[in-house]
């Protein structure tokens, strides 16, 4: 399988498209990113118009099993963070079937 685009083909790739330099762009990238971590942090979510949504989740704690002994642990309750991806982009990606 086809590794996906790297960070330097799509700092190249939107610099020739915004005629931009490619450290504008590169710049742009890492303050979108940070954002997104600060944001994410601070209010539980940013949202990324037309691509999705990152959402800060709190799971409890749980009992799980030791798959090699099968034998209960407990699980201890933890901050996690998800992306949901926005309903145009799956459409588009993976059409459902009608």
Do not use: C, W, Y
């Not at 996690?80 to 993976?94: E, G, L, P």
Request: hydrophobic fraction near 40%; aromatic fraction near 4%; glycine fraction near 6%.
């Amino acid at each position: 399988m086809a590794k996906g685009m790297t960070k330097t083909a799509l700092v190249r790739h939107l610099a020739e498209k915004l005629e931009l330099t490619n450290k504008q762009t590169s710049t742009f990238l890492e303050l979108l990113a940070e954002t997104a971590v600060k944001e994410t942090k601070k209010n539980g979510e940013f949202t990324i118009p037309g691509i999705g949504k990152l959402v800060k989740a709190e799971r409890k704690a749980r009992i799980g099993r030791n798959p090699q002994t099968g034998e209960a642990i407990k699980i201890k309750a933890k901050t996690v963070v998800k992306f949901r991806v926005a309903k145009v982009a799956k459409d588009t990606i993976a059409p459902p079937k009608k």
